[in-house]
């Protein structure tokens, strides 16, 4: 273990609390981009497409490489929609954050996803193998609520954790699953098939594209586009958590890691626009809301980490979200600055189809999509993948959560011996820490205290089942996905 990743974080938020006066005024916030008013109310819509490109990260959309847009399409959709640019994911992993998007609540009351991997306590390491809880029965779901309004419903997902005994297909008429890495050629054929034949009626369709998640092995036409050196790097690229600690990049190396990602986003765009052109030729654009979002980003270094899973940094929990009303120009190109949560998509969505449900811990987007002011939102994240390490230093650092009032944000571990708080206006890249003392850091974590304690209050009533161990199969599907290290 590099003890000297493991030491700077306990060193450094000393060294600025020393240097740290806040003398100068702070900067201008960045420029609200011009809002033009939608005329008249939303569209009313039959469909509703939601796209979750697994591990998107939020610097995304719009983003050039070797002088071209490395999403032409995503681009083209972005431009007949409204944009989130301050969109947080309520996990920094796959499974609770999905159970997020299917709920409407925090990780800690859906509990989708929550402990894994199992510790040995005997032994003292992880015993390889997924143990996790699924989805609370007494909460209804995305799906359930579309049912609700009339629709027929349907999914097609690729990650082995949205397995079906965890509740991720609760509600749905139809849900695709499958333990492989299917490719998002694979995904779209079978998204276009399901439209096709149900797109005449009011629906909900699910697409979930696996295809940015490790190992980065971008298919041949994707592969060399961006022609980076890779130095000691190589493709299929996905290295040992372990290793990853212990390994020095350099900054070719880091730079060949992140073509690759971007070369297997290139090739997911490719197949969203396939979709998206065949929803159009279909007449369903007319008639379709498109929704397009992440369950959470990934990391390349930016905090001497890779992948995600553990890190709260914007990198990895900041995600895109962009919402097209039927027919396209609705609210077209508007970009929204207000900070929104996960949380918020099960109300927006359900609001899209009907009216919103109640009794959920977000809001609807809606209203700011017809242009009422925010007064200003906040995020609470938790739920880390890996809680147990054999290292307890490490350990220490995994058991962690965070809060995002706007503009402080507080990351601390359960157990309160770790704290970090940034100050995104000042310092997008979360790389000066501020210290706990310091006003605004002190309002933001007394914010998320409450956050919790609203979270211990609502929370579950009654005992939740017992985490279930997952089949064999779906186990050696995330251990080639690069889990259960
Ligand atoms: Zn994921």
Redesign the pocket.
Known sequence: MNLRRLLLPLILPAVIALGCRDEQPPPAPPPVPAFTAPEGPPPSGTGLLLIVV??MRHDIPGRRVANRSLTPNIDRLAAGSTQFSSYYAAAP???P??GTMFTGVSPSRHEGGLIAPRENPTAGRMVKGFYLKSIRSDMPTLAEHMKQQGMTTGAVVS?P?LFPLLGYRRGFDEFDYSIAHRRADEVTERAIRWLNANGDKPFFYLVHY?DL?TPYDPLPAHRDIFDRPAGRMQRPFMMPFDEVMRTDFTNEERSFIRSLYDGEMAQVDRQIGRLLAALQRNGMADRTWVVLT???GEEFLEHGGLY?GRQYEDEVTRIPLMIRAPGGTWGAGNTIPATVCQVDLLPTLVALAGAPPKDVEGRSLLPLLTGASDAGGRCYMEAPMMRHHPDPRLSRHLHRHAFFDGRYKVIRSDDGTIYRAFDLLRDPGEKVRLPAMYPAVRKATAAMNRYRAMLRRTGPSTPSVDAVPLPADVQQSLEALGYTQ
């Open positions: 697994d591990t992993w796959t499974a954050a999905f990650n954790f696996i998640h992440s369950d959470h995600h």
